[in-house]
């Protein structure tokens, strides 16, 4: 095959802005509909930038018994770790004691982190936020007007819930979006 063509694939390849870029809400949903969703439950990921045709996000909420704890981004870890110690008490926080030795607690966290992370990165979205309230779904952003919704019990739904999914475009009982 010539050179040319080559890099020409190549770089058709690489620019590549991924499924979500231009996938439909249906495509995601079935794209992402066997996957285990339940690490992002109490979980909010905002992506902050995009580089390589990704999004990107320096830290993670993780809501565990009332608190709102900050977990650094696997990508970023060991950097905003270092630099800011309070990481460090959310990630004693997050695994449930303080009597842990320091390296202990950051391995867990940085399991978790790399957990979070690995399954942002096979979603592709811009953002993951999980409700607080007793409807508990999730809301993935596709797009800043595309928003996909997975709720994985139904029958938890609130009044106040149901009428909110009765207002978007149902795919079955466990998915909706919301899109253009």
């Not at 270092?82 to 959310?90: F, N, S, V």
Request: charged fraction near 20%.
């Amino acid at each position: 095959m010539n050179k040319g063509v080559i890099l020409t694939l190549i770089t058709l390849i690489s620019c590549h802005a991924g499924p979500s870029a231009n996938e439909r809400p249906e495509q995601f949903i079935q794209r992402v509909r066997g996957m285990d969703l339940s690490l992002l439950r109490n979980v909010v990921i905002e992506a902050r930038n995009k580089r390589d045709n990704r999004y990107h996000y320096s830290y993670s909420y993780t809501f565990v018994k009332g608190d709102t704890l900050l977990v650094p981004s696997f990508e970023y870890f060991d950097e905003l770790v270092q630099e800011d110690r309070t990481y460090l008490l959310d990630l004693y926080q997050l695994t449930g004691t303080d009597s842990l030795h320091r390296d202990v607690a950051l391995q867990v966290g940085k399991a978790y982190a790399q957990q979070l992370w690995s399954l942002y990165q096979q979603l592709q979205v811009i953002h993951v936020v999980s409700s607080r309230d007793a409807n508990a779904y999730l809301t993935f952003t596709l797009q800043p007007d595309c928003e996909v919704f997975y709720v994985p019990n139904p029958a938890t739904l609130n009044a106040t819930g149901k009428a909110y999914f009765r207002q978007q475009r149902r795919v079955d009982a466990h998915w909706y979006y919301a899109c253009p």
